[in-house]
């Protein structure tokens, strides 16, 4: 059993590229999200979805995009990569969006420059 | 103004004692309270969930305590590990759906 899966693990981009974080997961988990971890704050988030074809803006949505087409996959997006979203990114899941662990993938570390 | 903080900052303690962990919150309406644990380089993973109606809850060595009336909460380590030696991160859901609030987390360092 896999769990959650990202990739890639590193990234580096430079300001005003575009690209793709994948995140997966194999627990059938309704709930799933993306965080941003920076050095000396506590996870923000940035997009979720409660199930497929539904997702929704979190605490730091701008230049962030997100679609959930099946259950399993959750990609973020960057749409003109900025010096700004130089952080760790990770995607986490749940079986529900209330009262249920999260399950985190190991990261992105994501640099632009 | 982060709606959950945690203290210390950082923590160091030798291989075997016990050590206290703070997380206060201001988060309303208050569903659950975690507990998580990071190590470098990986993804949190949960150590103990609260519901507003629980005081205390353990896992292995991690006993975490709530109090709701004052909003507070506290993981306490007993008989620290080398591997203990993490990020400890307080999480608190709200009964919005999708809305949880992570405070910045204690870096505990333990040494033999």
């Known amino acids: 059993n896999a769990g959650v899966t990202q990739t890639p693990k590193f990234q580096v981009l430079k300001t005003g590229q575009s690209m793709t974080l994948q995140c997966a997961q194999d627990?059938?988990?309704?709930?799933m999200s993306w965080y941003r971890q920076d050095p000396g704050m506590g996870l923000r988030l940035i997009h979720y979805?409660?199930?497929?074809?539904?997702?929704d803006q979190g605490e730091v949505p701008n230049g962030y995009n997100v679609s959930r087409s099946t259950t399993e996959d959750f990609p973020l997006r960057l749409l003109s990569a900025a010096p700004s979203q130089t952080s760790v990114y990770f995607c986490?899941?749940?079986?529900?969006?209330?009262?249920?662990?999260?399950?985190f993938g190991s990261g992105t570390q994501l640099s632009v420059l | 103004k982060n709606q959950v903080e945690q203290s210390p900052q950082s923590l160091i303690i030798l291989e075997g004692k016990n050590c206290t962990l703070q997380?206060?919150?201001?988060?309303?309406?208050?569903?659950?309270l975690r507990w998580y644990k990071q190590d470098t380089g990986r993804g949190p993973v949960s150590l103990t969930i609260?519901?507003?109606?629980?005081n205390t809850k353990s896992n292995g060595r991690y006993t975490a305590t709530l109090d709701a009336d004052t909003k507070q909460s506290s993981l306490h380590i007993t008989a620290s590990q080398l591997s203990d030696s993490a990020s400890y991160i307080c999480?608190?859901?709200?009964?919005?759906?999708?809305?949880?609030?992570f405070g910045d987390g204690t870096t505990l360092t333990v040494k033999p």
């Open positions: 986490a899941s749940s079986r529900t969006d209330l009262d249920e662990k999260l399950f």
């Open positions: 627990m059938n988990h309704e709930y």
């Open positions: 979805s409660v199930g497929a074809g539904i997702t």
């Open positions: 997380c206060n919150y201001t988060v309303s309406p208050f569903s659950n």
């Open positions: 609260m519901t507003f109606s629980e």
């Open positions: 999480v608190i859901q709200s009964t919005n759906a999708g809305k949880s609030t």
